[in-house]
């Protein structure tokens, strides 16, 4: 199991590789695609924030500060 210096190094080195290849995309296709997400989202919403709640139950319970839960809230 990766530590978190491991898991941290290889997210970046995803992103680079993800942003060159996005690098060549057109502008049209990156547009067309964020649309798609944001679609995706918005059928998902009520899911989302219903998720997002218990989130938010959860760090008040565990006693998290008052700026990390706004952090948090959708």
Known sequence: MENL??????????????????????GAKKN????LCADKLLERKDDILAENAKDLAAARQS???ASMIDRLTL
């Open 5 to 26: 210096s491991e898991y941290c190094l290889r997210v970046a080195k995803d992103a680079k590789k993800a942003s060159r290849a996005l690098a060549a995309v057109s």
């Open 63 to 65: 006693g998290l500060k």
């Open 32 to 35: 067309e695609w964020i649309n």
